[in-house]
């Protein structure tokens, strides 16, 4: 028989409580009305949604112990292409972006499938916050404080079939809200990809806050996916689609080199990137300004520091091949 040991990231089952998640609007619509408010969040001028709080959030322990990277930090310098190339692109460029309405296709192999208002996909959970470590294969990394659901929940949801073997995810695309996909920067839907034992992990959330607030368009609204013991390019923005699949998915980054990268893409100090190496990270904390160049240098952990949780996942596998 398996003696289940508490890992240090568990949750108390005390803090576990059962409410339903409100998205507060009329918090929202307070917050916008002060002045003061607005004038406290520049960078969110022209999001519609910007600094709407999020209520009945319960904390948990994971990441407890580490600083997170402010939120202007987290929403100043980010990756999503759809906005434009350049870290600063998405924080000037997604006020373009209509959060809401926003829904999402459940697809595939799956009893349950259909599309859902974004907000009853998450329904009747219990949202958490989660400070999870976030490091972009470019060798930055973040301290975020998510706000989320665990996907397993809303996977078991849909009861998925026998023959779902990975998930596979979606972004939006719509070149008149996403100035960045007018170009071929990338080939449009951005697209990722779980194992189904990697959804199911109780670490893997679907984000729909940061700092206890919505998420800023440019970090991913309405609802994202955080992978936190893979590269930030796992963890991908604005969904509207999840479907159950049989077959390996290629995501974007491995279609777009896939000598680069691969599908797993777990954070691991020892197999470099072809082009640089992987042993080391700038650690952006938001604070003293933006600039990467002056961030603190850390090494890179095995799995992103969670190798106690997922290691398990990977046994038997060469993860100089399955990179
Ligand atoms: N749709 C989409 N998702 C995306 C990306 C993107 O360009 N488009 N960039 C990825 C990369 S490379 C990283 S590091 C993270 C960055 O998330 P953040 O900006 O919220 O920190 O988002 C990932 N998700
Ligand atoms: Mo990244």
Redesign the pocket.
């Known amino acids: 028989m398996l003696i289940r040991i508490r890992k240090a990231s568990d949750p108390k089952a005390s803090e576990i409580a059962s409410k339903d998640a409100i998205l507060n609007r009329r918090a929202f619509m307070q917050a916008a009305a002060a002045a003061s408010g607005v004038a406290l969040l520049p960078m969110f001028a022209n999001d519609a949604r910007a600094g709407m709080k999020i209520e009945n959030v319960m904390k948990t322990k994971w990441g407890a112990e580490e600083k997170p990277t402010t939120l202007k930090g987290?929403s100043s310098y980010?990756?999503?292409?759809?906005f434009g190339t350049g870290k600063e692109d998405?924080a000037a460029n997604a006020h373009t972006l209509k959060p809401e309405p926003w829904t999402v296709e459940i697809a595939g192999a799956a009893k349950n499938t259909g599309k859902f208002a974004y907000e009853d996909v998450i329904k009747g959970n219990q949202l958490e916050e989660r400070i999870y470590r976030?490091r972009?294969?470019e060798a930055w990394s973040?301290v975020i404080p998510w706000v989320g659901v665990p996907l397993a929940s809303i996977i078991k949801k849909a009861e998925p079939s026998s023959n779902a073997k990975y998930v596979r995810f979606e972004?939006l695309v719509d070149p008149k809200t996403m100035p960045g996909q007018r170009s071929r920067a990338l080939d449009w839907p951005?697209v990722e990809g779980l194992r189904m034992d990697e959804a199911m992990h109780p670490l893997t959330i679907l984000a729909v806050g940061i700092h206890g607030e919505v998420l800023p368009n440019?970090?991913?609204a309405p609802i994202r996916l955080v992978v936190p013991w893979k590269y930030?390019?796992k963890?991908?923005?604005?969904i509207v689609k999840i479907e159950f699949v049989e077959k390996e998915p290629v995501n974007t980054w491995q279609d777009q080199a896939a000598s680069e990268y691969g599908f797993y893409s777990n954070v691991n100090p020892n197999r470099d990137h072809p082009r640089w190496s992987q042993k080391k990270e700038r650690r952006l904390t938001g604070e003293g300004g933006l600039a990467a160049l002056f961030a603190p240098s850390i090494d890179t952990m095995m799995f992103n520091g969670y190798a106690e949780e997922v290691a398990g996942l990977y046994s038997g596998m060469d993860l100089q091949k399955n990179f």
């Open positions: 987290i980010n990756n999503f292409y759809e998405p976030m972009c294969v973040m972004t951005y440019q970090c991913g930030g390019f963890s991908i923005k604005s």
